[in-house]
Nanobody, 123 residues
Framework: QVQVAESGGGLVLAGGSLRLSCSAS????????MAWFRQAPGKEREFAAAVSWRSGLSTLYADSVKGRFTISRDNAKNTVYLQMNSLKPEDTGVYYCAARAGPVLTPRAYDFWGQGTQVTVSS
């Protein structure tokens, strides 16, 4: 089992950058596929990015963030990062870290969730 908690959200101007962190507790972090989701006000939660288990050599991105966001993991620190560059006002929302046991890199079916961190991008 794994528990996750997000940090690093805040206010940023359009065009700026933020790095979100997701710290995980538990003995099997390396064996989880990890992902970031986001939810804008009044909208449903949407997938943003995922990184494969173990070495994290594979990634998956939503079209809306591809080329601007980078997901990575540091297994020694039990941490997943989301580096967000060239931020736009439409990136505003609550960002959630999610975990899924096993090797399947997918935008759906995550089982463990953090409480979220607010990201606000102003124009």
């Amino acid at each position: 089992q794994v528990q996750v908690a997000e940090s690093g959200g805040g206010l940023v101007l359009a065009g700026g950058s933020l790095r979100l962190s997701c710290s995980a507790s538990g003995p099997a972090f390396i064996d989880y596929t990890m992902a970031w989701f986001r939810q804008a006000p009044g909208k449903e939660r949407e997938f943003a990015a995922a990184v494969s288990w173990r070495s994290g050599l594979s990634t998956l991105y939503a079209d809306s963030v591809k080329g601007r966001f980078t997901i990575s993991r540091d297994n020694a620190k039990n941490t997943v990062y989301l580096q967000m560059n060239s931020l736009k006002p439409e990136d505003t929302g609550v960002y959630y870290c999610a975990a899924r046991a096993g090797p399947v890199l997918t935008p759906r079916a995550y089982d463990f969730w953090g409480q979220g961190t607010q990201v606000t991008v102003s124009s």
